[in-house]
């Protein structure tokens, strides 16, 4: 007797092919921005995106529809480069050698992040999703040095705040940008302003 054919419910699931080419038209445009970002073009037109991504200008055009999504996707993927860098633990005796190990991860975190965080910085005030990470990325910056500060430098407002903007994006990129410093003068421009401010 022949075996019943399983009720629809119980099927295999079938794929989607208009989602899956959706979605992989969508991940090849990410990786386009990011590649054409991360290159110089902080602004790249749809149609530098489309030729770089392979896909037709509509499809960029329908993609671009929700921008923050896109720029959430974007973020995920620098995400996922620089956290490995930002939660690795201090192996420091003390908490200026922490901070002094900061100093470097900060270094190494902006110099990934640079191309990207001034295309965000160019977007932001026309995206509600780029405004809300600007803050809560601030904000974690200081957190991240807060938490290996002790109570009686945390209790000085105005090193502490020192402290921050020497670690901010903002100097990284004022030295790299605006003095036109290589990495390799820049780090340690911020290692003797940190270090002088915790001495």
Not at 63 to 71: A, E, I, R, V
Request: net charge positive; charged share 30%; proline share 5%.
């Amino acid at each position: 007797m022949a075996a019943k054919a399983k009720p629809k419910s119980e099927a295999e699931p079938r794929v989607d092919g208009r989602r899956e080419r959706s979605r992989s038209s969508r991940a090849r445009i990410v990786a386009a921005m990011l590649d054409l970002i991360d290159s110089g073009d902080l602004t790249p037109s749809a149609a530098r995106v489309a030729e770089e991504a392979g896909v037709g200008l509509r499809t960029v055009f329908r993609q671009f529809d929700d921008m923050d999504t896109l720029y959430r996707e974007m973020s995920e993927t620098i995400a996922a480069r620089v956290m490995p860098i930002v939660s690795a633990p201090y192996a420091g005796t003390d908490w200026r050698t922490d901070v002094r190990d900061l100093v470097g991860r900060r270094a190494r975190v902006f110099e990934t992040m640079l191309p990207f965080r001034l295309a965000a910085n160019i977007k932001r005030y026309q995206s509600p999703f780029l405004m809300g990470q600007y803050g809560q990325v601030v904000a974690l910056e200081r957190d991240l040095l807060f938490r290996l500060l002790p109570d009686e430098v945390l209790a000085d407002r105005v090193g502490r705040e020192a402290l921050c903007v020497a670690l901010s994006f903002q100097t990284w990129r004022a030295l790299r940008h605006d003095q036109g410093l290589a990495f390799e003068e820049a780090a340690p421009v911020v290692a003797q302003m940190v270090g002088a401010l915790i001495a």
